[in-house]
């Protein structure tokens, strides 16, 4: 009876291994780009910034590189819509659970007068002690703002209030690289979010 050579078996396991290497590989790479081209980068918008923030330091925006951003502009004292959109930031986290750890939400005001940084740092908090506030002069909030489209108007409330913003709500889903990828409204599902998060995470590095 003829037998294989010991050294023939092996070179034979190896390269079948290394096939299926190659096509789970290749595979994974098709299934995160169909993923990917759903989320296309969007050139229209964005860019980076730098702002005061809850950190206790300045935030760079470059140095959240290598986390998916979720970022929201409001103001502290806004009665219904800014809160809205914090809870459900904050149950995203919760969605990502361990992914949570590559993500970052970030809260911009536009209400520098009233959000000092101790009281956004608190209103933040509130929320999820994960989130970062950020806030700024007039003129670094209206760049920031002008660069993702973000449109807001001072207005009177005739109450006690005093006054508030009309403003617009999106949630800016950023990638690894900074770059927006896709705006939420207040529509979306939180689970929506949380998978198009991880789409992101799992395609970094990868393309």
Not at 99 to 117: I, K, L
Not at 122 to 141: L, Q, R
Request: with cysteine.
């Amino acid at each position: 009876m003829n037998r294989f050579p010991l050294g023939r078996i092996i070179s034979l396991v190896v390269i079948v291994l290394a096939l299926l290497v190659a096509l789970l590989a290749g595979w994974r790479y098709f299934v995160l780009s169909r993923a990917a081209d759903a989320l296309p980068v969007n050139t229209r918008m964005g860019g980076d910034f730098v702002l005061p923030s809850t950190r206790d330091a300045p935030l760079d925006l470059r140095q959240l590189r290598g986390k998916v951003v979720l970022l929201n502009f409001g103001f502290a004292s806004c009665p219904d819509v800014c809160p809205t959109v914090l809870a459900r930031l904050r149950q995203v986290i919760g969605e990502l659970g361990p992914d949570a750890a590559r993500a970052q939400v970030v809260f911009v005001s536009f209400d520098p007068a009233r959000d000092t940084m101790a009281h956004l740092k608190g209103y933040v908090a509130h929320f999820h002690p994960g989130i970062i506030g950020a806030t700024g002069s007039d003129a670094e909030i209206a760049a920031v703002a002008k660069k993702y489209g973000v449109v807001y108007l001072k207005e009177d409330m005739g109450s006690a209030a005093g006054y508030g913003f009309a403003h617009s709500d999106y949630i800016y889903l950023l990638d690894t690289e900074g770059r927006v990828r896709k705006l939420y409204d207040n529509q979306a599902p939180t689970t929506q979010i949380s998978a198009d998060v991880r789409t992101l995470l799992a395609a970094d590095g990868v393309f």
